[in-house]
């Protein structure tokens, strides 16, 4: 059985969507048993099936717009988050899943689960969906604004690897969003990356990526510094919705606008459910001993479910145990043998 | 009359659009003069009236694909996007429009019709459309990847001027492009800048945007490094061709779909046409001596002409005065003494 914790207070639409998610994970997957920390009372309202459902009653909750995420975490040890990441580092459990405060849990999961042995710096990695139908890795979207080269190396290693056993991709490749496909294109630490993955044999890079072609690119990964890659995901998901909005508007503007919207409204669903986060389930932080998965703040049951599945999977597969094995048996080589 | 140099030659489409956009040009403003600069025989075979519009025969053109813009600009004395810009710095012309190569442009403008007096860091700056039908203005999107808070303080307020006198737009906001809106969050460079706009009288400062509302900030323009706001545009160029793609895709999937596609195939047209860069005309950048204005590369007549337009508008408004005045006047007050 894979043991996975369950932050069952966090989220837009805790804990119903995230008793519902649970329910259904146990339902469609069968070897995972979950717990989830939370208020007794508020989970039983909605679990009717408690399966392979354990419950660890927790008396408080990191709130959505915490404004002291580390201050939090090291406070309310009895809040949901910080007692399911607690039962990881205590492997009580082997994963932990989150839809909460992304800032608490990137604090948490640091304080609390901490990072691997020899990981410098812990990247958070969603998956984006291409145009193509394929799946991309988009990182790091927020983890550390300030980076080196070496540690962009064993992020990319990591995502590689994730790409491989999660996503099903063989020899993943790995681009580096710059502002021009030129190897002497960007900032100072863009054309460092671009000369340190050239000569890596770790991962196949593909070279630069410029973000006109961001959802079709001719890669499986996408990375660059937390600060870049964060305004990237952040500028997709603003153009994105904006655009559905004017698509909206438009066709609304005219009697055959509003009759082609009518019909081709199952398929304006299926499109937007391409897009959509609920499908692809969380944003993983590589380089932690152990995995914390962020399911989006807004998730329903559905989204939640998906993000308990990525987990099951991560832990089937040993995404995190191959990382460490390498990092080790290295020592140093390949990574550099600076500390910190 | 309004005088202004058209680099005939550059362009995906050149020299035809833009004889075309030329002719239209002088037909809707009643107070330019153009002079285009390129082959004579070439422009001829599309020049169909000559009233307000000369010609200047070059022997050379700047490829599209230059790979060595410096190198280019220098030994190509006699290519219609150099002649052009000479005619700027020798005032014979007020400004010029060219849709030829972007690197070779800035640096042309750079050597050429070279930086306005005082003003540290030119930078390029698209008008972008906004989901709610205003404009906005996007800077720096290339010149410049390594800044200071006061360069950007001083292209902050060639952007107010530009907004105020070209966009109509009273009290123009600025807004800082950030991970967060909180003023903790970012780089450093970002807490400089947001504290350093929070102080000045120059312009309103909006505070920080997250791209997630990129396409309708709650401000007029939006500001970053020129690595950061290259990226973000390229980022919305590339999210909106692939939700375009995406969408005609699934409305093609089915009879419905197909149905709806035809009946919408005018909004959908509409749609386009609010995103599109022909409508906005060029990017300009801020800081030269003289207006030089960068129509995109795959300009037709309409785009071309409303480049033609913008180069009017900022001679006939005096934006590049206004801010020059302003400079010689503060000198080094406001935007600080320090030397290159």
Not at 177 to 187: D, M, V
Not at 214 to 237: H, Q, R, W, Y
Not at 270 to 283: M, R, T
Request: hydrophobic share 40%; net charge neutral; with cysteine.
């Amino acid at each position: 059985m894979i043991k996975i914790a369950i932050d069952a207070m966090g989220g837009d639409y805790a804990p119903k969507e995230q008793v519902l998610g649970a329910m259904l994970a146990v339902k469609q997957i069968n070897d995972i048993e979950l717990t989830l920390y939370g208020n007794e009372t508020e989970i039983k309202k909605y679990l009717t099936d408690n399966t392979r459902i354990n419950i660890e009653h927790c008396e408080n909750v990191i709130p959505m717009d915490e404004k002291n995420p580390i201050a939090a975490i090291r406070k309310n040890k009895d809040a949901s988050m910080v007692r399911a990441l607690q039962s990881v580092s205590d492997e009580i459990n082997e994963a932990i899943v989150s839809s909460g405060a992304t800032q608490a849990l990137i604090a948490g999961a640091h304080i609390i689960v901490r990072r691997m042995e020899g990981f410098k710096r812990t990247a958070i990695a969603p998956v984006i969906p291409t145009v193509d139908h394929r799946k991309a890795i988009l990182l790091d979207t927020g983890a550390n604004l300030q980076i080196r080269p070496e540690h962009m190396l064993q992020q990319a290693y990591f995502a590689t690897i994730y790409a491989n056993k999660i996503l099903d991709i063989n020899n993943p490749r790995v681009g580096l969003i710059n502002i021009g496909t030129e190897k002497s294109k960007g900032r100072d630490l863009d054309k460092e990356v671009y000369q340190l993955f050239s000569e890596t044999n770790l991962f196949e890079f593909a070279g630069n990526i410029e973000p006109k072609t961001i959802l079709e690119p001719d890669c499986d990964i996408l990375i660059s510094d937390g600060f870049t890659a964060n305004i990237v995901m952040k500028t997709i998901e603003g153009t994105a919705k904006s655009m559905g909005k004017l698509l909206k508007e438009n066709l609304m503007s005219s009697f055959f606008g509003k009759l082609a919207g009518l019909l081709a409204k199952k398929n304006l669903r299926e499109f937007k459910k391409q897009l959509s986060a609920e499908e692809i389930g969380g944003a993983v932080i590589y380089g932690l001993k152990k995995p914390v998965i962020k399911a989006q703040g807004a998730s329903k049951a559905y989204g939640f479910y998906n993000a308990i599945r990525q987990a099951a999977n991560i832990v089937r597969k040993e995404v995190f145990k191959i990382v460490e094995d390498y990092i080790k048996e290295e020592s140093g080589e390949t990574f550099g043998q600076e500390t910190e």
